[in-house]
C-alpha cells in the first residue's frame, strides 16, 4: 500500500453515525425527511459491519421504523406521515430483518408482499417506485430483494397472459443490456455502475445471471478504476467512494473481484475519512455522510480489510444475516 | 403538510406546495401532493386552462432543474407533467403539441450544455423522443429507439455528432449514437460499408486526439460488432494497422494494446491463424507491465499455445 500508514478509524466512524441520530434539532435533519428511513438503513448497516450494532437505540429504531410503516397499503414511507414508496419499502424491511425485529414490529408481511407486487404494471417486467409509475432498474432490484428477503420469491411464479413474472422481468432486464455488457436505469439508457449492480444482484436473486456476459461486463467494471485507485460510475467520469460498493459487488457476484487493483482501492477509501469528525465522504477533503460512510465501509469488508464483518454483495447486508436466512447466493469475497 | 394531511386541493394550497418545493425540491411527499392537486383542479376547469397550468409544471420545474440538475423528483414530475399535457393536445392541436415538443428538445440541449454526461437530462431526451412518435396502435414497439421515426433517428444521428464533436469524451453522447444508428441501420435492412467507414474515419479523428480517451475505444468496440461477416476480416486487418500506426506513435497507450490484442483474438476466431494468437498473449504480456492494476485480467485472459 502506497499510503500504509493509513487505518480505518472504526470508533470515529461509530461515534460520527450515533451523533447523526441525536441532531434532530437542525434544519438539515428535517431537511432529509425524505430519505430518512434509508439513512437508518445505511446507519444500521454500516455499523453491524464495524461490528457495533448496540451503539444504536434497537427498540427506539424499531418503533420509527414501525411508524413508517402504512398499515393501510402495506408500504413504507422515508419518514411517518410522508407517503410510502419502494425505496423506504427495502430499507425498513432490511432494517428490522438485520435487527431480527421483523415479528417484534409488528408489521404484517403479506401487506408488504402485496404493496411490492402491485407496483409492477400489468404484463411488465419491471417495477415502478409508487403508484406514480416512475420506473428504474433501481426499483426492480429493490422489489426482487424486498421479496427474497420477506420469503416469497415464488410470487414471481405466478403466469400472466402465458410467462412468468419472472420470465418477464427477465426479459425486461436483457432488453436493458448494452453492448458494453452493462445495464443502465431503463431501455436504451447509458451502462452505469450503479444500475449494473441493480440488474446483476437482481439476475442473481432469481438465478438468472445466465444472460450476463460476465468477461464482457467485468471487462467494463474493472475498467471503473482510475489512476488513484478509487472507481468511477461511468467512462471519463470522476472517482467517488460510492462505486466501492457498486462496482465491487457486481464483480463479487462475477467472481472477478480481483480484476481490480485491491491495495490503492483501499487507500483511496481511506483517504476519504474524515479525521476529525468521522465519516467517509466521496474523495479526500469532502464532507463525510452516511451513505458513502457505509458504501466505504463495505467496500473495505468485500476487499478483506481486517476486523470488519463481511457484507453480502447480493443484499448490502451482514454475511451473517443473510446466511441466518438461507438466501446466501454465489459469489467471490477477497 | 397540514394541507394534505386534510386533503386540501385548492388552487391557494398550489402555492403553498411551490414555496415549499423551492426550498426542497427533494421532498417527494410533496410533488405526489402537488399532483394530486393539479389533477383535482383540472377537472374543474377546461383544456385551455389545464394546459396553461401544465405549461407552468414545466416551467417551473425547469427552473429548479437549473439549481438541481441531478434531483430525481423534479425530473419525474416533469415527465408527468409532459406527458399529461401531451394527452391534452387534439388532433387538429397537433401543431401545438410538435411546438411544445421542439421546446423541449431545446430545454434538454441546454441542460445538457451545463452538464453533458448528465444521465437524467439523456433519459428524459429519450423519453420524450418516445413520446414524440409514440403511435397509439398497441401492436407496434413503443420503446426507445424502436418507436422512432427515420427523420427523427437521421436527427438525433446529427445532434449525437455535434456533442461528440464538441467533446469526445462525451461517452454519454457515443452511447446515443450506437443506439441512433443500430435502429436507423435496422430499418435499413443492414449497414453499407461506406456508412461504416464514415464512422471509422470519424472514431479514427477523435483517437488520434486523445488516445487515453476510453469513451473512443468502446465505440470502436461496438463498432466492429456492426461488421458483416463477409467483410470482417478485411476490416479488422485494416484497423489493426490502423491502431499499430498509432501505437508507434504512442507506445504507452494501454487503450493500443488493448484493441491490438482483442482484434488479434478476433480476427483468430475468423482466420484460425494460430500466429495471432501467440500476438494476443504478447499484448497482455506487454499490459501487465502498462496497466499493472488490472494484472489479474490479463493473466486470466492469457490462453494456451
Known amino acids: ?334 | 403538510m397540514d394541507l394534505r394531511n386534510h386533503a386540501v386541493k385548492t388552487a391557494e394550497s398550489l402555492d403553498a406546495v411551490t414555496e415549499l418545493l423551492k426550498i426542497n425540491p427533494e421532498y417527494y411527499t410533496m410533488w405526489n401532493y402537488r399532483r394530486i392537486i393539479l389533477l383535482n383542479l383540472f377537472t374543474e376547469i377546461g383544456v385551455d386552462a389545464t394546459q396553461e397550468k401544465l405549461s407552468f409544471e414545466l416551467m417551473f420545474t425547469l427552473g429548479l432543474l437549473k439549481e438541481f440538475p441531478k434531483v430525481y423528483w423534479i425530473w419525474n414530475h416533469r415527465t408527468w407533467a409532459l406527458e399529461t399535457l401531451s394527452a391534452t393536445f387534439t388532433d387538429e392541436q397537433a401543431d401545438g403539441r410538435l411546438w411544445e415538443w421542439n421546446n423541449e428538445l431545446k430545454m434538454v440541449d441546454s441542460l445538457l450544455k451545463l452538464d453533458s454526461r448528465n444521465f437524467h437530462a439523456w433519459g428524459y431526451r429519450r423519453q420524450l423522443l418516445t413520446l414524440m412518435n409514440f403511435k397509439e396502435d398497441r401492436n407496434t414497439v413503443s420503446t426507445f429507439p424502436h418507436v422512432l421515426s427515420r427523420d427523427q433517428l437521421l436527427k438525433e444521428k446529427q445532434s449525437t455528432l455535434h456533442f461528440i464533436e464538441n467533446n469526445f469524451s462525451n461517452f454519454s453522447a457515443w452511447h446515443q449514437r450506437t443506439k441512433i444508428l443500430s435502429q436507423l441501420w435496422a430499418l435499413d435492412g443492414g449497414v453499407s460499408i461506406d456508412d461504416l467507414n464514415e464512422e471509422f474515419d470519424l472514431v479514427k479523428q477523435a483517437m488520434y486526439t486523445d488516445p487515453s480517451d476510453q469513451s473512443v475505444w468502446l465505440y470502436h468496440k461496438w463498432l466492429i460488432q456492426q461488421v458483416a461477416d463477409e467483410n470482417i476480416v478485411d476490416v479488422l486487418q485494416r484497423e489493426l494497422e490502423s491502431i499499430n500506426e498509432l501505437y508507434e506513435l504512442e507506445p504507452e497507450s494501454k487503450w493500443c494494446l488493448e484493441s491490438l490484442a482483442h482484434y488479434n483474438k478476433l480476427l483468430h476466431q475468423h482466420t484460425q491463424a494460430n500466429e495471432l494468437l501467440r500476438r494476443y498473449n504478447e499484448y497482455l504480456t506487454e499490459l501487465i507491465t502498462i496497466d499493472p492494476d488490472r494484472k489479474n485480467r490479463y493473466l486470466d485472459s492469457l490462453v494456451k499455445l
Not at chain 1, 431480527?100 to 403479506?110: F, G, N, Q, Y
Not at chain 1, 403466469?159 to 413474472?165: A, D, F, K, P, R
Open chain 1, 1 to 334: 500500500m502506497s499510503e500504509s500508514t493509513a487505518k480505518l478509524n472504526a470508533d470515529k466512524h461509530v461515534e460520527y453515525i450515533v451523533n447523526l441520530g441525536r441532531a434532530e434539532n437542525t434544519l438539515s435533519y428535517h431537511l432529509t425527511e425524505h430519505l430518512r428511513l434509508n439513512g437508518i438503513y445505511w446507519a444500521i448497516t454500516s455499523l453491524s459491519l464495524l461490528g457495533r450494532i448496540d451503539a444504536l437505540d434497537r427498540s427506539a429504531v424499531i418503533e420509527y421504523v414501525g411508524n413508517c410503516w402504512n398499515s393501510s397499503n402495506g408500504g413504507f414511507s422515508s419518514h411517518p406521515n410522508h407517503d410510502t414508496h419502494i425505496l423506504s419499502t427495502l430499507s425498513g424491511i432490511q432494517i428490522l430483518i438485520t435487527l431480527d425485529a421483523v415479528e417484534e414490529a409488528k408489521i404484517d408481511t403479506s401487506k408488504v408482499v402485496d404493496y411490492i407486487l402491485q407496483l409492477r404494471p400489468s404484463n411488465q417486467g419491471f417495477f415502478t417506485g409508487d403508484e406514480w409509475g416512475e420506473s428504474d432498474t433501481r426499483f426492480t432490484y429493490c422489489a426482487i430483494s424486498t421479496l427474497s428477503l420477506l420469503g416469497a420469491l415464488d410470487r414471481l411464479d405466478q403466469v400472466e397472459s402465458g410467462t412468468s413474472i419472472k420470465q418477464k422481468i427477465v426479459s425486461w432486464f436483457t432488453q436493458c443490456i448494452n453492448f458494453d455488457g452493462g445495464f443502465g436505469n431503463n431501455i436504451g439508457a447509458e451502462t452505469h455502475s450503479g444500475q449494473v449492480f441493480t440488474a446483476v444482484a437482481a439476475l442473481a436473486i432469481i438465478d438468472r445471471l445466465d444472460i450476463i456476459h460476465t468477461d464482457n461486463l467485468s471487462w467494463w467494471l474493472s475498467e471503473r478504476q482510475v489512476q488513484n485507485g478509487g472507481l468511477n460510475g461511468r467512462p471519463q467520469k470522476q472517482e467517488d467512494v460510492c462505486y466501492s460498493w457498486w462496482v465491487l459487488s457486481a464483480l463479487s457476484i462475477l467472481h472477478r473481484l480481483h480484476w481490480i487493483n485491491k491495495d490503492k482501492l483501499i487507500s483511496f477509501i481511506l483517504s476519504a475519512q474524515d479525521p476529525d469528525c468521522g465519516g467517509i465522504a466521496d474523495r479526500p477533503g469532502d464532507v463525510s455522510d452516511v451513505f458513502h460512510t457505509l458504501f466505504g465501509v463495505a467496500g473495505l469488508s468485500m476487499l478483506g480489510y481486517p476486523e470488519i464483518e463481511r457484507v453480502d454483495p447480493v443484499y448490502c447486508m451482514p454475511v451473517k444475516t443473510i446466511e441466518r436466512l438461507g438466501l446466501k447466493k454465489s459469489y467471490t469475497l477477497l
